[in-house]
């Protein structure tokens, strides 16, 4: 097959998110197989260029500049798409493609799918990770009313309702998708997230506590996702367990991270936390080896959570809340614990029984990495994105 995949975010340059790991491994997993494939995703130092990566040729579309008064992300949004949609004009010329993938998130595709949609040769597939929509429902960004989200959620109608395929990386996303776009839930295909199995596999675990329980965080530093609630958690333990660390990978507002440092230092707790903010993707398996435990506390977790996935895939057990997509992948006493979001409490029980019971530790770890490899390894994950593909080009 001829692949065409476009995401705004694609590893290293401008990688870091779900949909971003998701693209590459489609893309490294799909050429592997010896189908041609390509991405266009974004450079951020707005320098177009092509070069191979692995088996896929990256096209880097040099992102629009959009300022001065009065601008805001919707009038970024509607530039992107259309500089997405002038480099899929020019590369359509050269390949004739059987698919071409898009997210749904800001409508990416949305100036190309709208005008080409009626004489497309390529089948449209759509893959929703958790729409804007989404986060101003559950995380309350854009604001409800926002030119940027009225805008950003008609973007995003569109592109889904000019799709062939429709994907969703969880029930969760799926669901609130065909409600709030008005598209027959029964039509959505559920993928949930792959995980390269090989690259994120159990290590030695590390040496018994002791007393200095290690605790690892990937996430946006933002209280949406549970970082401060887990830092206050991890103050509140210090009495409890002196050696404490929380580790934390992941990017955050300035501001907001220097007010957790300056609480942090307030408390006389510097030698508990270690905030590495930006982290590799290729070194993200050394961290989850470093812990004892990953806690990721989100409020609201729109897809699966590739966090809890990759945490699960390296034997350590896994702290989330039961709402959104976090439950389809954590199974509470079995691979980890849910607890309530918002809840600090119960975050602090949770912390308190991993902790204290190394055979749960262990069992939970077991049972994650299991769970893993049986349902979305990186070679099951492929096989059925193949599938979802061969179905769409037969049609």
Known sequence: MKIC??????PPETGG???????YLK???????????????????????????????????????????GFESSSYWLAYSAAVAEALHVL?????????????????????????????????VVQCHGPLSMFAEHMGWPDKGSTALQIGTFMERMVIHHSDILLASSACTAKFC????????????????????????????????NGDPRIL????????????LLLDAVLGLRKRYPQIVLRTIGKGDSEHVARARRKIAAAGAEGNFDILGYVRYDDLPGHYAWCDLFAGPSKFEPGP????????ACGRPVIACNTGGAPEVVQDG???????????????????SLIDDSELRRRFGINGRAWVESNVSLDRYIDRVEQIYSDAISR
């Open 305 to 312: 959570g590739n966090v809890y996935l990759e945490a699960m």
């Open 217 to 228: 965080f990937v996430g946006n530093l933002v209280g949406s996702k549970g970082f401060d």
């Open 27 to 69: 893309a490294q997993g799909l050429s592997a197989r010896g189908h041609d494939v390509h991405v266009v995703s974004s450079s951020w130092d707005r320098t177009p260029r092509e070069y191979q990566d692995g088996g896929a040729l990256i096209h880097r579309v040099a992102e629009p500049k959009v300022s001065g008064p």
């Open 5 to 10: 995949l476009v995401s705004q975010e694609y």
């Open 178 to 209: 065909a409600e709030f776009y008005q598209y027959p839930l029964s039509d959505i295909s559920v993928i949930l997230s792959g995980i390269d199995t090989a690259r994120f596999s159990p290590a030695a675990l590390p040496v018994e506590l």
């Open 334 to 352: 079995e691979t980890g614990l849910l607890v309530p979001p918002s809840d600090p409490d119960a975050l602090t029980m949770a912390l308190t």
């Open 92 to 124: 359509c010329d050269r390949v004739s493609f059987d698919v071409v993938q898009f997210p749904e998130y800001c409508g990416e595709g949305f100036a190309f799918q709208t005008d080409t949609f009626a004489h497309r040769k390529a089948r449209y």
């Open 17 to 23: 998110g779900g949909i971003g790991t998701q693209t």
